[in-house]
């Protein structure tokens, strides 16, 4: 699935509506250039979870967790991330298998790691279209995420 998107505010707005389809267990990869939005989008789906913590990148904690009304949000942020085994030393299995909603953002620096079964999320700009233009190209990995076409 693609969507464009011209805003901020839109590409919030769409977490937020695929935050409210999300559930136990899903883990959702983001890719894209520094400044695409993987912090919006993920502060969207927080907000989609009914989490209204201030949502921040977590660059130097690699994660940070987040209650929501039923469903809890680990989000990580891998971008500093030079070795496997060091977010395997913060017990990231145990995060990625619970009945939390994980959101990796740079996921891309540790696909070799990921699980089969994920949500991917590449977001690109192109500047000619605007400053804050955005194509957000969904790709399930596995059935359990058929339920994106509701998007």
Not at 85 to 94: K, M, N, P, V
Not at 104 to 116: G, H, K, Q, T, V
Request: aromatic share 10%; proline share 3%.
């Amino acid at each position: 699935m693609e969507f464009e998107v011209y805003s901020v505010d839109e590409t919030t707005q769409l977490g937020i509506k695929l935050g409210r389809l999300l559930k136990a267990g899903d883990i959702v990869c983001l890719t894209g250039d520094l400044g695409t939005g993987k912090t919006h989008i993920t502060k969207g789906i927080a907000k989609g979870l009914g989490i209204s913590d201030n949502i921040t990148s977590p660059t130097f904690t690699i994660v940070n967790e987040y209650e929501g009304n039923e469903l809890k949000l680990n989000h990580f942020d891998v971008y500093r991330v030079s070795d496997p085994d060091e977010i395997y030393a913060i017990g990231f299995d145990d995060y990625i298998f619970s009945d939390a909603v994980s959101v990796i953002e740079w996921a891309n620096y540790i696909e070799e790691i990921l699980p089969r079964d994920l949500l991917h999320i590449k977001i690109e700009k192109d500047l000619v279209k605007g400053e804050d233009y955005r194509k957000i190209i969904l790709t399930p990995y596995g059935d359990k995420y058929d339920y994106i076409k509701e998007l």
